[in-house]
């Protein structure tokens, strides 16, 4: 799965730091739940998994938000933005939404 918008412009964000970045982070997050998902027991089991994932990011998120990015460590030059949250939950609600709510969905998660 690609998390770059083919044809978006690149944007610079507040930080003067490129969507890319959050491109990068979310998508190498991304690929190692998608190896993980796999390999749980059963559709309620990844279910469950994603939902506790979305609650966790959701909770990181509101807390970058109101601490204005201090709330995650800055290695390097190229600290954690908005972004990055965006882009992991939204792809964390769509594989949950895939799932379906009582094994309905797509089985190609």
């Keep these: 799965m690609t998390t770059e918008i083919p044809g978006a412009p690149r944007r610079q964000h507040r930080r ?5 970045g959050a491109t990068r982070r979310a998508g190498r997050f991304l690929a190692r739940l998608d190896r993980h998902l796999p390999t749980l027991a059963d559709r309620a ?3 469950a998994f994603l939902d506790r994932q979305l609650a966790g990011w959701e909770a990181r998120y509101a807390r970058f ?3 204005e ?3 995650e460590p800055a290695g390097g030059a190229d600290p954690p933005q908005a ?3 965006l882009i992991t ?6 594989r949950r939404l895939a799932l379906g709510e009582h094994g309905g969905g797509g089985d190609h998660v």
């Design 16 to 20: 003067g730091h490129s969507l890319a």
């Design 89 to 94: 939950i939204t792809a964390l609600a769509a």
């Design 45 to 47: 089991t990844r279910r």
């Design 83 to 85: 972004a990055d949250f």
């Design 69 to 71: 990015g201090g709330s």
């Design 65 to 67: 938000i109101a601490t």
